[in-house]
């Protein structure tokens, strides 16, 4: 794991209010654009045309989705490490790379 992980207050002004182009961490693909809006809820339109909606929220200097269908609608923590300004990876909270995130 390169760069430096963000702190809780970095984490809440990285993801609330933004829309983050999500990328596959291997194939660098973009997977799907996330809109999160100020009310805890979220957006998501895959690359496939696909969409689908839930709710986040933060914990400490993780925060959590979770989808009506993506990912089988389970609650799922991440944490981030910043690689640029604009740019995060995100790891899932035991460590296991999840999207690459870049500020629209």
């Known amino acids: 794991m390169t760069?430096?992980?963000l702190n809780e207050d970095e984490v809440r002004a990285f993801v609330r209010g933004h829309v983050l182009d999500c990328f596959d961490p291997k194939l660098e693909a973009r997977i799907a654009?996330?809109?999160y809006f100020e009310n805890g809820t979220c957006r998501a339109e895959f690359a496939d045309g696909t969409?689908?909606?839930?709710r986040y929220g933060f914990e400490n200097d993780l925060y959590w989705t979770q989808y009506t269908r993506f990912r089988k609608g389970g609650l799922y923590r991440f944490f981030l490490v910043k690689v640029d300004d604009l740019v995060c990876q995100a790891y899932f909270e035991d460590g296991t790379k999840a999207f690459l995130q870049r500020i629209c």
Not at 51 to 54: L, V, Y
Request: hydrophobic share 10%.
């Open 3 to 5: 760069g430096r992980r």
């Open 33 to 35: 654009t996330i809109e």
């Open 51 to 54: 969409s689908d909606t839930g």
